[in-house]
């Protein structure tokens, strides 16, 4: 399984991005899974953004609720990640993750075992 992402950019306060994560060899409308975005800003760790799991479950990090939307199309095997109302302290790395065989649809990075390699996002005016 390899995990792409894209999308990311400069930005400015207010402004709105959404990233795609595409995935090879690993369909998402067969079996039982759990994807979702995380991130990694400037000296801090890694957090869970947004998660959903293959029952269509969605969690959301409370920084973010109501401002991020994560969805999946699963004809095209990609996840993604509308950000609206950006603001500079979502500046980070962006991470998609799977971790296949799993519906728990956790926000901890450390149930997730395959990664993309990141794209990052800078909200600055």
């Known amino acids: 399984v390899q995990l792409v992402e894209s999308g990311g950019g400069l930005v400015q306060p207010g402004g709105s991005l959404r990233l795609s994560c595409a995935a090879s060899r690993f369909r998402f409308s067969y079996g039982i899974y759990s994807m979702g975005w995380f991130r990694r800003a400037l000296g801090k760790e890694r957090e869970g953004v947004a998660v959903?799991?293959?029952?269509?479950?969605?969690t959301y990090a409370d920084s973010v609720k109501g401002r991020f939307t994560i969805s999946r199309d699963n004809a095209k095997n990609v996840l993604y990640l509308q950000m609206n109302g950006l603001k500079p302290e979502d500046t980070a790395m962006y991470y998609c993750a799977i971790n296949p065989g799993s519906r728990l649809g956790t926000l901890w990075s450390g149930d997730y075992n395959i990664w993309g390699q990141g794209t990052q996002v800078t909200v600055s005016s």
């Open positions: 959903t799991a293959s029952d269509g479950r969605t």
